[in-house]
Nanobody, 123 residues
Framework: QVQLVESGGGLVQPGGSLRLSCAAS????????MGWFRQAPGKQRELVAR???????TYADSVKGRFTISRDNGKNTVFLQMNSLNPEDTAVYYC?????????????????WGQGTQVTVSS
């Protein structure tokens, strides 16, 4: 069974920084892309940033210039460096991966999610 385990959330003051990590484990043959979504109370889950296997990245307009996504392919791990945080960044952040894996349904392409980590920006 493939699992995504996130870490690095917490409480930070406006203008501060946090670094999120997400490690994928299990019978993974290839990860097509990994990324981060977030969901604030009363709002829909939204894409924050994504990185594909070749290294290309995509960011939400609201985080461009402040957040940086990176990946350690050898360790199936993705990072999100978040700088200049503001209260609007407060949300539960979820790691996501699209991977070719051997899961309960057999070998195939699956969409996986982490359990979420809370990020709170407040003074």
């Amino acid at each position: 069974q493939v699992q995504l385990v996130e870490s690095g959330g917490g409480l930070v003051q406006p203008g501060g920084s946090l670094r999120l990590s997400c490690a994928a484990s299990g019978r993974i043959f290839r990860i097509n892309h990994m990324g981060w979504f977030r969901q604030a109370p009363g709002k829909q889950r939204e894409l924050v940033a994504r990185i594909i296997s070749g290294g290309s990245t995509t960011y939400a307009d609201s985080v461009k210039g402040r957040f940086t996504i990176s990946r350690d392919n050898g360790k199936n791990t993705v990072f999100l460096q978040m700088n200049s945080l503001n209260p609007e960044d407060t949300a539960v952040y979820y790691c996501n991966a699209l991977a070719m894996a051997d899961s309960s349904g057999g070998l195939g392409l699956y969409d996986y999610w982490g359990q979420g980590t809370q990020v709170t920006v407040s003074s």
